[in-house]
């Protein structure tokens, strides 16, 4: 089946880059678009390495190999209407996933995320969660609240440095909070122009807080058919945990040594104020649970 070419984006058009849709995903998960009748519209090229069945685009998917809460979820996100979001734990052929499902223009896309059961649980990180949000309660300077979520942050999740930014109203960043490993440079004080992050970018940060990438050297696996079979329209990844994201940024982190990285924006007002923004050294992915755990912490910061 012929794939449309993704056209090359560089420095001279990032600014136009269609960020939200690439035609393809990061390859730790796999993805299942439907249509409002619950029939396949598209599947990524890794679903069945990744869960161990297929599905075609046009058929229903079977529910005795996807399972009971695979199916109710499936049920509830095509009687919602657009900005649905739920996931599941389920086991498919003996393991684990993480089952996240949003509904967006009318498609209910479900990504599959392979978790090791050592990963932690929705309770687990929710007691983090928990924690940390006490100890911010009590502080009400801005700069001493970052100072220490960022070192929180950093405890519960292992990433390599853990940053917060602040935005300026020029739309320059600075670096104003920072945990990392001993043996890394600071980044503290350090300022980047508003050309760092496009705008498409900055948008999609408010849409969709939370941006993982588990491996900055990925090859990302194409969506099958990479066009909406009924409009000839590429499929809109706004909302996607597994979205494909700018080569132009996993150069930018690769210059600067990372591998891994997951940014959680904090938003005031409906206006991006800021960001938390972990770095990690080598490939590192990090479990739906404390995903939502670390949202949650952003969202109590902004408030």
Known sequence: MAINPVPLVSLANCEDEPIHRPGAIQPHGALIALDAEGRVLSRSANLMATIGLDVLPGSTPDGELLGGDVLALIAEGLASSDHWANSVESVLLGRLFDVVAHRHLQILYLEFEPRRTASGS????????????????????????????????RNMT??????????RPDLSGEVIAEAHREDLESYLGQRYPASD???????????????????????????????????????????????????????????????????????????LWGLFSCHHMSPKTMAHPLRMSFQVISQVCSA
């Open 197 to 271: 992050i496009p705008a498409q970018a900055r948008l999609l940060y408010i849409l969709n807080p939370i941006r993982l990438i588990a491996d900055v050297t990925y090859a990302p696996a194409p969506l099958i058919p990479s066009l909406d079979p009924r409009t000839g329209q590429p499929f809109d990844l706004s909302f996607s945990t597994l979205r494909s994201v700018s080569p132009i940024h996993c150069e930018y982190l690769t210059n600067m040594g990372v591998r891994a990285s997951m940014s959680v924006s904090i938003v005031v007002g409906g206006k």
């Open 122 to 153: 929705f309770s687990q990180f929710a007691l983090y969660a928990q924690r940390i949000i006490s100890q911010m309660q009590n502080r009400h300077d801005i700069d001493a609240l970052l100072s220490r979520v960022t070192q929180e942050i």
């Open 158 to 167: 292992g990433y390599d440095r853990v940053m917060a930014y602040r935005f």
